[in-house]
């Protein structure tokens, strides 16, 4: 009976986690089969026709400027307001609050960030339906990530480091740069990569802020159009299965991407630290 | 041996200290001596870490700790003064477990000399031998300064920790419970490299084991509830103890 029980569990298990890998290999395998007729060098690489057949250049470029901006916002001021409320905060209400604060905005809508960014980005501060615009809307909803990761990176340093590098009578910031941060390194990166996720799926805030401008962009105060929002437009309007999967191919290899890369760095960093 | 004219390296008098409204030390008197091994031993929980820790400050690192008495080192008070680095700087400490940064051996070992802004390539290696020779490490690791520290053993990152504790060039060593995590190969290498280190420096060690206290130090306080009941030269207290409490604990009656 016990032996039955032992497999039935670990049957339970096996099957759970095959299910978890197959659906993704099926999501994968599907867009796979049904966009990579359409991935060429021209496609990628080619500017967009309104009349069809043409590339997704722009779209990559605008996905690109967006990933880049907000992460260059978000990513130090996330990182900066992690380390004070785990490093420098007493630890008391008040930073009670602020931790509750930002767990909420993690759970909040992204099309309610996107109102806000067309009322204040686009309309208040007059950034227009823009690149920035979409790129500050996404600041904010990538930074409770970034302060979320980073904290819970800060929280995993051993306590016996600090002491250690305090004892050796280097003050709390040589401590903070020399030993902890690059300790939480690996943490801090998988945030910036959970950012990234986050940013290329968005589409919603997105179409708010940045508006649905299929062209080159001019300058980053041009509205424009991602790849996601061009994946929703082309499946919504022209009902194109094809060529949103080959968007969605495209998406995929940009994440791989942009992750290796982001890990690859952070080594590089590392290295240089030691 | 003329005890008059030792001198008192460190001087505490009527020390108290509280965590929040638990008083854990009550005005503890004791001067340390240059250049000696001073032992601190005592059941769990009776205060000898945290007198440990308030000589170079580290329960500063704690909230809710307040401390009155004088702590006098080399004649300046180190509680009137606020310059807690050039105080650590002068009084390094080791601790229980081998606490070194996940980096290579040669970077542990400089931290501390970066820190306080030495850049001179030659100078930093010649600081990184000398201290790993001091710690008595130098032939087991001179072939890897640059791989991770975390790869040595446990005794093998002990002595590397009091090597980057040596590279600040300190007058005192405070050592908690040095070897409490090391096999008893590598705490006889410690123990050796305490008596070699005691030339140099003066040394204070908390330790649980009373044999070891015996075998390293110079004297010797026992702690009880957060006071001393004995300080004397270790042979007295191991031998001819004064207090009943003393002899108690040194023959293992309890604790």
């Given amino acids: ?274 | 041996m003329n005890q008059s004219e030792e001198t008192a390296k460190i001087s505490v008098k009527d020390l108290s200290l509280f965590y929040g409204d638990k008083q854990a030390l009550y005005s503890v008197s004791l001067d340390i001596e240059e250049k000696k091994v001073t032992a601190l031993i005592g059941p769990s929980g009776c205060g000898k870490s945290t007198f440990l820790r308030t000589l170079n400050r580290m329960n500063d690192l704690i909230d809710g700790v307040k401390i009155t008495g004088d702590i006098v080192v080399d004649n300046e008070d180190i509680y009137k003064s606020n310059d807690v680095i050039k105080l650590r700087t002068k009084v390094g400490m080791v601790f229980q477990k081998p606490n070194l940064f996940p980096m290579s051996i040669y970077d542990n070992v400089a931290y501390g000399p970066r820190a306080q802004g030495i850049k001179n390539k030659k100078e930093l290696n010649k600081i990184v031998e000398e201290s790993l020779r001091g710690a008595a490490i130098w032939d087991e690791v001179k072939d890897r300064l640059k791989s991770s520290a975390l790869g040595l053993s446990g005794g093998q990152q002990q002595r590397v920790c009091i090597a980057r504790a040596i590279a600040m060039k300190p007058d005192i060593i405070l050592m908690d419970e040095p070897t409490s995590a090391l096999d008893p190969i590598s705490t006889l290498k410690v123990e050796e490299l305490i008596a070699q280190l005691k030339k140099e420096y003066t040394i204070v060690i908390v330790t649980h084991n009373m044999q070891q206290a015996a075998r390293v130090s110079d004297k010797t306080a026992f702690f009880l509830s957060g006071e001393i009941i004995e300080y004397d030269v270790t042979n007295n207290v191991f031998s001819n103890p004064k207090d009943q409490r003393t002899e108690d604990y040194v023959t293992g009656r309890f604790g």
Avoid: C
């Avoid at chain 1, 993690?106 to 204040?120: E, N, R």
């Avoid at chain 1, 305090?166 to 020399?178: E, Y």
């Avoid at chain 1, 080959?246 to 942009?258: F, S």
């Fill in chain 1, 1 to 274: 009976m016990r032996t039955f029980k032992d497999n039935l569990l670990r049957g339970l298990l096996w099957f759970s986690a095959f299910v978890t890998v197959g659906i993704l290999l099926l999501i994968v395998g599907y867009i796979f089969y049904k966009g990579f007729r359409l991935i060429n060098f021209e496609f990628i690489f080619g500017d967009y026709s309104p009349t069809g057949g043409g590339g997704i250049w722009p779209m990559v470029v605008t996905t690109v400027y967006t990933i880049a901006i907000s992460l260059v916002i978000a990513t130090p001021i996330g990182i900066l307001a992690a380390v004070y409320l785990q490093e420098y905060a007493k630890q008391g209400r008040l930073v009670k609050t602020i931790r509750f604060a930002t767990e909420s905005l993690t759970g909040i809508p992204s099309i309610i960030y996107g109102l806000f960014g067309a009322v204040f980005f686009v309309t208040t501060l007059k950034l227009g339906m823009s690149i920035i615009s979409a790129s500050l809307t996404l600041t904010i909803i990538v930074l409770p990530v970034v302060i979320r990761t980073t904290e819970e990176a800060l929280k995993t340093v051993p306590g016996a480091y600090r002491e250690g590098s305090l004892a050796l009578g280097t003050t709390k910031l040589q401590t903070l740069i020399k030993v902890i941060l690059p300790s939480s390194m690996p943490g801090i990166l998988s945030g910036i990569i959970l950012s990234m996720g986050r940013i290329i799926g968005e589409s919603a805030a997105i179409f708010l802020t940045a508006g649905t401008v299929a062209a080159m962009p001019s300058s980053i105060f041009s509205s424009a159009r991602t790849l996601t929002v061009h994946a929703f437009l082309v499946t919504q309007e022209a009902g194109d299965i094809e060529l949103a999967a080959a968007i969605g191919i495209v998406l995929i290899v940009l994440i791989l991407v942009l992750n290796f890369s982001a890990t690859f760095i952070s080594k590089k960093l590392n290295k240089a630290d030691y």
